[in-house]
């Protein structure tokens, strides 16, 4: 037939009309030489298995090359099933070509015209790149556009355009006064192509790095090259709470601190509660609120904590030198027997100076002079000898003085000398105690306000499109989520990084990336449902993931952009969602020490306690969002300053460094007789802690980014330890066990010519830094250097030479360490002086 169509019903006409049969299809068997013919139905009473000259009754027509192909014989097969269709195995005298052929039945009765014959090709294993398949669908005929002057890009020209094109179209209207309807919508059209034009120009404009002018498309097209546009980072903060009394459990959720700006607040309680600020306008202050805490989680302010005192066991005129990493507290014995002081691993203290230690005025004390510190251990401990008188009247007890131990870690090690207690000027000379105190009741806070949730939505929905599953049975019509582009009501909206946990050292919990910096929002879809999170974009979100991406347009409006259903999930439609965010940010909250004055508890009254909080240090680390122009002209060199591979020594060397445990690293590229392999040596910041994850981290990192063919091999630097001695001579007045105590401390101390962390790979030891460094210690007069080599081997004019040569890999050690003298040994003789 020369007609095609998509649906044949006259196939189950045939089937169910008794007495009618027909040909359905034919398939080549195995052998190329037999078909296989099945009918619809039962075979004909011509074709059964008993007919007489059965074969008479088929016949094969077609064939370009190989034609006239004969019937050999055909077997009917007659299926037990009724329901099921017979068939006939039909074997042939040849195969035949690639052309189509048709088996056609002869002399049979109630044979359906249409089915009495049915093509078949021998070969049906030659692939096509095309559809055989004829294209039945009626489509519409192209539409006579005109072909429009693309040069007209505005009202004018395009007003004009169109009474060209209706001159020709429709010749008897000459209408152009203003008010006649068709010179209406003539301009009307021409305004919309106008702005359409103007979008257009927009879009092109949008579209480059160079030229884009809005903050959302350089974003966009600055993650195309790893470059994010950071929107900046909100400011971080160490509050010190001081109170009269012991505080009840307070949620950090219903705290927050405020900076006064202006005089708004001048006559108000440092103690508020939110109702006392609904008259105040908010730019009079400023917020801040505990830094990623539980809002369920809850702390106690404590008297004791307000000032801690130091213990020095009985020693007077003392001080913590710059790298200490411990002190002793003084404790005092509560009138129940336990311990006023409640401190314990995790916690953060302020050292502070608080009276000068020359006058004793508080007014003379040294603001620089105050770190935060993480405690890291805590030790209850008692001093015997100087017992504390508990309770009064007739019965006083002495029970030892209670003290507690403390450290720090290294991070947070003394920058300075803090000076504990002094002797204060004449003519008064009084002994000043307390110069110094740990200030307790810490809290970390950051600029920022939470605000009340924000209902976005509902999430408008379109009907999808329907199509015909059948005759008559039209598909299911699903709803769809339309495009949602909501906008926060309020802003700038808090950028911040994760907050610090417990284990991370107060001199780093202030520093954040505005690069890692993450909005402080998140969606729910009801009071207990899912949670939707921020994400920097949506390239590795699964199409179940309720991720979004927060977009600061140009006047400071966050934009929120959902997934497509494919990268991120799409919103359900009709569903309304309820915004949690955060509202500050910027540089506006670097303020000042003592800056934070007022506390704001919104969990009721707190009455007889007496709150004065303030922040010993500055807020540090609030950045502005950095400028479209800085990423247009970082962002097309960003990735050259990222290294991701590794093809020189150092290469190796770089990469391996960026591991936070190391202060540095050093490669080799070694031929091996058949490759290269490179050899590279860590150098930790801690040596003597031997980490056996370290070099697994390290040799992991390397091997991703590693060249091909290179073997990889990372093993500790190779320490070279050094046998010095000197003879010194002391200037007259100069006690001689001083001068070799400074020197000692100078050459091996911390932050010494010789400290485990101030020497590198590669870096030959000078004589004359040797000399110059103890020729500036006090009371040293001359020097003469008597022996200088490596520990363990003969000089090898090392003296002479002036430097004792190291190799790449190596790191000069002079630990002077009596319990491991394989680290290096210094001997020092002093003569003259006292």
């Not at 921020?534 to 600061?552: F, N, Y």
């Not at 007022?598 to 306690?609: A, E, M, Q």
Request: hydrophobic share 40%; proline share 8%; charged share 25%.
């Amino acid at each position: 037939m020369d007609t095609t169509c998509l649906t044949d019903l006259r196939r189950q006409a045939v089937r169910r009309t008794e007495g009618w049969n027909g040909l359905d299809y034919v398939e080549v068997g195995d052998d190329p030489t037999t078909l296989v013919a099945y009918f619809l139905g039962k075979l004909p009473p011509e074709l059964a298995a008993d007919a007489p000259d059965l074969p008479r009754h088929l016949a094969i027509d077609g064939g370009e090359v190989i034609t006239g192909l004969r019937i050999l014989d055909a077997d009917p097969h007659v299926d037990p099933d009724p329901e099921r269709d017979d068939y006939l195995v039909i074997h042939l005298d040849r195969e035949g070509d690639r052309s189509r052929y048709s088996l056609r039945l002869v002399d049979i009765e109630q044979i359906d015209p249409n089915y009495a014959s049915a093509d078949f090709h021998f070969r049906i294993d030659c692939p096509g790149e095309i559809d055989c398949r004829p294209v039945c669908e009626a489509s519409a005929a192209p539409a006579d556009e005109p072909r429009p002057n693309y040069l007209a890009k505005d009202y004018g020209s395009l007003r004009q355009l169109i009474l060209d094109r209706l001159s020709l179209l429709v010749p008897g209207w000459k209408e152009r006064h203003v008010p006649d309807l068709g010179i209406t919508l003539v301009e009307l059209l021409a305004y919309v192509g106008d702005y359409l034009s103007y979008y257009q120009d927009a879009v092109g404009t949008e579209a480059y790095l160079g030229t884009a002018r809005q903050r959302i498309s350089v974003r966009r097209h600055a993650r195309l090259v790893d470059y994010r546009l950071h929107e900046g980072c909100n400011a971080r903060a160490w509050v010190q709470v001081e109170v009269s009394a012991d505080t009840p459990p307070l949620a950090y959720g219903e705290l927050a601190f405020l900076t006064p700006w202006r005089n708004d607040l001048a006559d108000l309680p440092r103690l508020l509660s939110p109702e006392q600020l609904d008259n105040v306008a908010p730019s009079a202050f400023e917020w801040f609120e505990p830094c990623g805490a539980d809002p369920a989680a809850t702390a106690v302010f404590r008297e004791a904590h307000n000032r801690i005192p130091f213990y020095t066991w009985g020693q007077r005129s003392c001080c913590l030198p710059a790298g200490a990493t411990g002190a002793t507290l003084r404790d005092a014995w509560r009138s129940d027997g336990t311990r006023a002081l409640q401190l314990q691993a995790g916690d953060v203290l302020v050292l502070a100076e608080v009276m000068g230690p020359r006058t004793g005025l508080p007014g003379d004390a040294n603001p620089t002079r105050r770190w935060a510190v993480r405690l890291t251990e805590v030790t209850a401990d008692e001093d015997p000898l100087y017992p504390q008188v508990i309770g009064g009247g007739e019965f006083p007890v002495e029970r030892p003085t209670p003290v507690l131990r403390i450290r720090w870690s290294r991070e947070d090690a003394l920058p300075f000398p803090l000076p504990l207690s002094a002797v204060g000027q004449a003519p008064e000379c009084r002994y000043l105690e307390s110069v110094s105190v740990a200030l307790g009741n810490i809290v970390l806070v950051d600029h920022g306000r939470r605000q009340q949730p924000e209902a976005l939505g509902p999430v408008p929905a379109q009907p999808g499109e329907a199509c015909c599953e059948c005759e008559g049975e039209p598909s299911e019509v699903a709803l769809k989520p339309a495009a949602f582009r909501p906008t926060l009501g309020r802003g700038p909206l808090v950028h911040a990084q994760g907050a610090p946990g417990v284990d991370r050292a107060a001199a780093a919990s202030l520093a954040q990336d505005p690069r890692g910096a993450a909005p402080a929002l998140w969606l729910a879809e009801d009071e207990s449902g899912p949670v939707w999170t921020t994400q920097p974009d949506l390239l590795a979100s699964g199409s179940d993931d309720r991720h979004l991406v927060a977009e600061i347009d140009n006047e400071g409006v966050a934009q929120l952009r959902f997934g497509d259903g494919e990268l991120g999930r799409r919103p359900t439609p009709g569903s309304t969602l309820l915004a949690h965010y955060r509202v500050g940010g910027g540089s506006a909250g670097n303020v000042g020490a003592g800056a934070i004055s007022f506390i704001v508890w919104s969990g009721g009254r707190l009455d007889g306690i007496t709150f004065t909080p303030w922040n010993p240090l500055p807020a540090q680390g609030g950045i502005d969002p950095e400028p479209i122009e800085q990423a247009r002209e970082f962002a097309p060199l960003a990735f050259r300053r990222l290294l991701r591979r590794a093809i020189t020594a150092d290469d190796y060397a770089t990469i391996a460094a960026q591991h936070p445990d190391l202060q540095g690293a050093q490669a080799a590229l070694v031929w091996t007789g058949s490759w290269y392999e490179a050899d590279v040596a860590l150098d930790p910041w801690r040596r003597e802690a031997d980490d056996p994850n370290l070099l697994a981290e390290v040799e992991a990192a390397l091997y991703r980014v590693r060249r091909m063919g290179h073997d990889l091999r990372v093993q500790k630097a190779a320490y070279v330890p050094i046998a010095l001695s000197l003879h010194v001579c002391a200037l007259p007045g100069h006690e001689r066990g001083h001068v070799k105590t400074a020197l000692l401390q100078r050459l091996t101390g911390p932050g010494g010519l010789f400290d485990a962390d101030s020497l590198g790979f590669g870096q030959s030891v000078h004589l004359s830094r040797i000399v110059a460094a103890a020729m500036a210690v006090p009371g040293v007069m001359c020097v003469e250097v008597l022996s200088f080599h490596r520990q363990g081997q003969a000089p090898n004019q090392e003296i002479e030479n002036g430097v004792l040569p190291l190799a790449a890999h190596e790191i000069a050690e002079l630990a002077n360490d009596p319990n491991h003298p394989e680290r290096g040994v210094l001997a020092i003789s002093v003569e003259g002086g006292l």
